[in-house]
Each structure stands twice: as structure tokens, then as C-alpha cells.
């Protein structure tokens, strides 16, 4: 592959960059008002916050943002994450990054009317495995019967990256245009047409990688060859060997099953079987990622296991 002109927008680096930075502000507004365009809302301003959320005490958790702010007109909360590969327990995640920003804003002698709402919005190049294929969920609090809303200080919204347009030339709306600049501006040149249609200039400025000063470059690189090992091992993880566990997890899963000889049992045998069969899967795995000299804690990340 030849040099690239711009940075791949879901690296860290290139992500805060864009949209994290208190120079390129213009930017995440323009993001923000795309996105909520549809329901008549606009985010004039907002102030960024400190990133980190230490712990009330040792056995607390420590909490990363890549982008927190608060809108200058309603003050409400605005969380920005981008999540390139799925993780086990990564919805707990988005619950749990989302229910402190709500938490902190409680003080001593304060009243709940004071909360203001809290949106998290996550960027993610995967489809969730337990949920129907969307471009984008929007989570909210409400009754699930006649999804009345119960609540509007709380509200998740999944953009699915791996639905983004394949093409500039199919994408209608300003949301497809920036979607698709995010999941594709690193394979652009200066004559795509995206480029030249002078839409997203500063967009394209920010992220030319011709730009970036001696350091910035630095701090691109390494945060592009983290990104190229993590989906290099998600891949790895999701070969066909995975597809062999399964497969032997079954096979043990019938066999208990026979064993017991009971309808009951057959079906919790199976369940069994199949678990064991993943976890002994999982660690052959990681095992061998150790060998491939992946680092320890990207193995955990991916199979939840330390090696």
C-alpha cells in the first residue's frame, strides 16, 4: 500500500484529534449537529472536560473518556467513544462510563432537578451479537410495552460504523457523507471525490498527515500500528480454530446429554459442553497469540485471559 494522504480516523490518535481537541471544536460541532439534525436540535458551543475519572477509593475504577464535554446551552453531558473491535461485557461498559457522568454531577446539598442529561455516543465498526443489525440504537429509559419515555437524562446512541456507505456517491445525507469520512478518509487521495466536493475541508486539513508536527506524526504511528495488531488479532481469534471448539464443545455437549438420558439433561449437557469447549478454545487461543508475541494485556482484552 502507498503513503497515505490522511489518518485513519478510528485510530485513537487520529479520533481525538479530530474531535477532542479544543482547536478543532468546529469540528465535533459539526459532528454533533449532524447527528442530531433530525430532531430540530443544535449544539452551538460546548466545553471539554478532564478525560479522567479517578476513583473515590482504591478498589474503585478508573475511567478514560475519549471525548467529554458539556453543551454550553442546556449543559447536558456529552460522552464521544470510538470502539473498534467487540469486547465481552462492552455493553456493561457503555452503562457504566455513561451512569458516572450522571453520578458526578450529584453534590452535597443538591437537588435531582439539577441533573441534566447525559448522552453517550459511541462509534463502533462491529454489529452487537445479541441485538438485530441497525445502523444505529438509540438507547433510552422507557417503558418497553408502549415505549413511552421514562426518562430523558439518559440516553445511548450506537453508530455502526460497519454500516457505513461504501461509496461518496451513495451517500445522501450529511450523516452518511461524515460516517463515511470517518471509516474512510484514510484510503482517500486529494483527486477522491470526496475531497473535492470541499464539503468536510476542514475535516480533510486536520487529518492530512502532512500536517501533523514531528511529534504528532510520532504519536499517529504507534497509535496505527496498535490499531493494525488489535484487529490482526481479532482476526487471528476468529479463524477457523474458534469454529473447531465449537464444534468440540457440541460433540461433549451430546455426550453428557446421552449420558444422563433425559431430555433436560441432554439440553444442559450440550450448554456444557459447548462452554468448555469455547474456554478450551479461548485458551488455546491465547496461548498462542503469547507465542505470535501479541502483548499480554491486548490478549486479555480479546479473550479474557490472562497469560
Known amino acids: 500500500m502507498g503513503k497515505e494522504t490522511f489518518m485513519n480516523l478510528m485510530t485513537d490518535f487520529a479520533f481525538k484529534k479530530l474531535f477532542g ?6 469540528i465535533l460541532l459539526r459532528f454533533l449537529n449532524i447527528l442530531f439534525a433530525p430532531e430540530g436540535k443544535e449544539v452551538k458551543d460546548v466545553t471539554f472536560l478532564d478525560k479522567e475519572v479517578l476513583p473515590e477509593g482504591p478498589d474503585g475504577k478508573r475511567i478514560l473518556y475519549d471525548i ?14 470510538m470502539q473498534q473491535v467487540y469486547h465481552d461485557f462492552f455493553e456493561n461498559r457503555t452503562v ?3 451512569s458516572k457522568a450522571m453520578a458526578m454531577q ?15 455516543i459511541f462509534l463502533v465498526d462491529f454489529h452487537f451479537p445479541h441485538m438485530t443489525k441497525k445502523t444505529m440504537h438509540d438507547v433510552r429509559l422507557m417503558d418497553i410495552h408502549s415505549h413511552e419515555i421514562y426518562s430523558d437524562l439518559f440516553r445511548m446512541l450506537f453508530l455502526h460504523l460497519a454500516d457505513a456507505k461504501h461509496d461518496w456517491d451513495n451517500c445522501t445525507t450529511d450523516y452518511d457523507k461524515i460516517l463515511f469520512l470517518i471509516k474512510n478518509m484514510h484510503k482517500m487521495d486529494k483527486d477522491s471525490k470526496a475531497y473535492k466536493s470541499r464539503e468536510f475541508d476542514e475535516m ?22 496498535k490499531y493494525e495488531e488489535t484487529l490482526a488479532a481479532v482476526n487471528y481469534a476468529s479463524s477457523s480454530s474458534f469454529e473447531r471448539g465449537i464444534a468440540i464443545g457440541e460433540e461433549r455437549g451430546r455426550e453428557v446429554g446421552i449420558a444422563i438420558g433425559e431430555e433436560r439433561g ?13 474456554e478450551a478454545e479461548r485458551m488455546d487461543t ?7 508475541g501479541i502483548d499480554k494485556d491486548l490478549i486479555k482484552s480479546i479473550t479474557g485471559i490472562s497469560i
Not at 204 to 225: G, M, T
Request: proline share 1%.
Open 21 to 26: 481537541e479544543q482547536a478543532n471544536k468546529r
Open 68 to 81: 467529554y464535554c458539556v453543551s454550553a446551552e442546556e449543559k447536558e453531558h456529552i460522552i464521544v467513544e
Open 96 to 98: 457504566f462510563y455513561s
Open 106 to 120: 450529584g453534590r452535597k446539598g443538591g437537588n435531582y432537578n439539577e441533573l441534566r442529561p447525559v448522552y453517550s
Open 204 to 225: 480533510f486539513r486536520e487529518a492530512e498527515i502532512d500536517n501533523l508536527v514531528n511529534e504528532e506524526a510520532v504519536a499517529y504511528s504507534q497509535s496505527r500500528l
Open 266 to 278: 441432554r439440553e444442559a449437557g450440550i450448554a456444557i459442553g459447548e462452554e468448555r469447549g469455547r
Open 286 to 292: 491465547a496461548r498462542k497469540l503469547r507465542e505470535a
